[in-house]
């Protein structure tokens, strides 16, 4: 019985502790980084690990705190060990320092996490100075690395991490000139932002794009546009900072051959966090980018559960039931039904939306047949609303597509 | 002049086509110095080709381009696997999509013929799906020119100025040329920020700044007029949807955007065509984007569903002239190469042989070197040859070869600290990018970033 997983960060740390609580012999996590603990080792600030650990951590602390329950428990972490190959139906092609080799484990869990797409991926035009960055990268030039991030800062993004890489700049010496958002709000709590704009001073631009970046070598100004005007206005700072706009880090799902979800682009999961291939699970921030660290680590725990089961010899179910949703809903996270479901991680779906509705009124329906009819109680672009499961025993798992859409924004 | 020069040749610009003729000129028993104003080579112009290894089919047939070309195909072609640089024979497939553009092709096989290119084959359209299935529906057909292929533009300058060093060359980086003057008794003087040099012969090959350099010495031969490409990179998982270079049936104006592999696995979309006004106008813009992406929906709609991994623009040295601007004033001993269009990379080993003749008959002793030519290799970052992180015996011998730390690109720590310390070490964050890929991966440094400054900072110090 051998299970790998296949990331170190609290997701997959987390699965393998529950891994090996569940008895599974061997289990191997593989980490392409030096050191376990994924995103939350340069993420210097409080309150990682309260839903699962039920104690406040700083990152730092909560990424060491799962290495070492992963270890104790009993699993294998390699370090410095990447999967450069995977096809489907094929093992695992490991390089790392000590060579080259290939697994056949009996389950695979992915959690390989997400990232910020960065500057190019978001097309914005200009010449391509030094300075431009996500906060993943800002976090580890100054946590990580004990470096300057600059002196007068931009930053794209008004979602939690966008906050974080604001407290960021500040540690690395550099002031927040500003922060932009297209939309007409932030989305982070708003003692967060409460709390922002009295330490820093920096303002919130609403409904603002970036529409150039210019400077050379670094990066000079940057051009900023009202949405509603279409009028522009240059900025000037030496750095600018692409915050959120999570992608999955996907490559590997694809390589292995997994059935994607077109709204999350990370592989397309039942509630117990089944793939499309058998023996395949998938967790955290891989499916749904991105939550805090410890919702990704009930995640890891929750497919844990089943791929232990799997490993004992339980069925693989072969029928699957898409959920898709109709925008202003951008994705929903489990988004397959399979077998008799059972109830997702933290008994709740995950629901995105693009636009903000206050206590908007939601339906689930299976060929025209009504699961479930309510209301949830806001919606935020970039934050996860959960929407309660109790509807997925009534699903005909023979039926066609379960469709989730929104009746009245509030 | 009366005393001996500091150098027999001075060759300004190392781009593409002045690495070349610094390599084909060090193969001969001169000193030869290489001035380069910016900090690398090969980081101007030449890094932001299309990267096509052209056969010269559709070059205007007569001309100079057309026969360095060919030239300029048959050498890279040989030299590319001797010394590791990346090449990828993919073909290309010239697609129309309207009868206007079908009407085109007796003329393009005929200027084909003309260039003496035999491998133009026409394809019809349910072969053309056979081969590019991802292509948009409405294609009418195509001709297929089977040679035509990738080729790395990154490795390429930096392989001719890692052969022209170890053979002796003085390359200069970040060494602006301030001014030249003429001397008395023949030879030049050329301002440098570190004072002055001598040489004996002066090769021009300073691309955007050719005209400039060209009239310093009092010549009036052409002007460039930078035309800028803007280009965009998509993700290495669009890779499946295109096997072969897909090119636009040209107008007069632009050969059209072409959607093409490319040798590091990508899948590349250009370029626009715009003159531009100023020589360092490399920013891309809001409506050269827009263009590309319409046009990429328009050739290959399943494209636009993927990531987007980078996006540059590059400034061709465009003249008013259709043809490459290649002359040398015997008396004087000036050699100016001007006027090199993106064909430059493919037709640079040719242009640089076309030079050292010319300069030959101006009277240059051009002595083959006695002993071995310079052993060497660069490292392989195409995609299809063996990286360093796939190769059991890199690993086994050293460790560091097996640590990745760029995961998207897949470099490994050895090939950065290998890059750091080469013949032509790197010097910035770009110049490791080019030469190992480090950085230029879909994450664009969210996991590398920090690691890679922190080594470059490592190595200036050191």
Known sequence: MTVVVLGGGPAGLAAAVELRRLATRDVIVLERESEPGGIPRHARHQGFGIRDLHRPHSGPAYARRYAQLAAEAGAEIRTETMVTGWSPGGPLELTGPGGRETLEPDAVVLATGCRERPRSAR??????????????????????????????????????????????????????????????????????????????????????????????????????????????????CDTVVFTADWIPDHELAVMGGLDMDPGTRGPAVDTALRTSREGVFAAGNLLQGAEPADVAALSGRHAAATAGEYVRGSAWPDRRVPVECEPPLHWISPNVLAGRPTPPSRGTFALRSTEFASGPRIQVTQEGRMLWDGRIRRLVPGRSARLAAGWVAAVDAAGGPVRVRVVRRG | MRESPDTDVAIVGAGVVGCAIARELSRFDLSVTLLEAGADVGAGTSKANTALLHTGFDAKPGTLESRLVARGYELLSEYAPRVGIPVERTGALLVAWTEEQAAEFPAILEA???????????????????????????????????????????????????????????????????????????????????????????????????????????????????????????????????????????????????????????????????????????????????????????????????????????????????????????????????????????????????????????????????????????????????????????????????????????????????????????????????????????????????????????????
């Open chain 1, 123 to 236: 097309l914005v035009p200009g010449s391509r100075p030094e300075g431009v960055m996500t906060t993943g990268t800002l976090q580890q030039l100054v946590y990580l690395k004990g470096r300057r991030a600059g002196e007068r800062a931009l930053i794209v993004g008004a979602e939690h991490v966008s906050f974080s890489a604001l407290a960021t700049l500040g540690h690395g010496g550099a002031r927040a000139v500003g922060m932009a958002t297209e939309l007409r709000g932030h989305q982070t709590l708003e003692l967060f932002r409460f709390g922002a704009a009295l330490r820093w001073r920096t303002p919130l631009w609403t409904r603002t794009a970036v529409t150039a970046i210019h400077g050379r070598p670094r990066v000079e100004e940057v051009e900023l546009m009202d949405l509603d005007t279409g009028a522009t206005r240059a900025v000037e």
């Open chain 2, 112 to 462: 084909a013929r003309a260039n003496g290119s035999v491998d133009l084959r026409r394809v019809d359209a349910e072969e053309l799906y056979g081969r590019e299935p991802h292509l948009a529906p409405g294609a009418l057909g195509a001709i297929e020119v089977a040679r035509e292929g990738l080729v790395c533009p990154f490795t390429t300058p930096l392989a001719y100025a890692t052969e022209a060093v170890l053979s002796g060359c003085d390359l200069r980086r970040s060494t602006p040329v301030e001014s030249v003057a003429r001397l008395e008794g023949g030879g030049f003087r050329l301002t440098l920020p570190g004072g002055a040099l001598t040489a004996g012969r002066l090769v021009n090959a300073a691309g955007l700044r050719s005209d400039e350099l060209d009239r310093m010495l009092g010549h009036d031969g052409f002007t460039v007029t930078p035309r800028r490409g803007e280009l965009i990179v998509f993700d290495k998982l669009a890779r499946p949807l295109v096997r072969h270079i897909v090119l636009a049936v040209p107008t007069k104006i632009t050969k059209g955007v072409l959607i093409a592999p490319t040798v590091f696995g990508n899948v590349m979309l250009g370029p626009t065509a715009e003159d531009v006004e100023r020589k360092d106008d490399t920013a891309s813009t809001r409506a050269g984007l827009d263009y590309l992406m319409s046009e990429g929906g328009r050739i290959m709609p399943e494209l636009l569903e993927h990531e987007v991994t980078a996006v540059y623009a590059g400034l061709r040295a465009a003249t008013e002239h259709a043809d490459y601007q290649v002359s040398v004033h015997a008396p004087e001993g000036y050699a100016c190469v001007g006027g090199i269009r993106s064909t430059g990379l493919t037709a640079s080993m040719a242009i640089a042989e076309h030079v050292r003749e010319q300069l030959g008959e101006t009277g240059l002793r051009l002595e083959p070197k006695t002993g071995a030519p310079p052993e060497f290799r660069m490292p392989n970052i195409g995609e299809a040859g063996i990286r360093a992180h796939q190769s059991d015996d890199l690993i086994g011998r050293d460790a560091e070869y097996g640590r990745i730390v760029c995961f998207c690109e897949r470099a490994t720590s050895g090939e950065i600290r290998d890059a750091l310390t080469a013949t032509v070490p790197a010097v910035d964050l770009d110049g490791l990018r080019r030469r190992t890929r480090a950085h230029m991966g879909r994450c664009q440094g969210f996991f590398c970033g920090a690691e890679l400054a922190e080594r470059l900072d490592a190595a200036e110090a050191s």
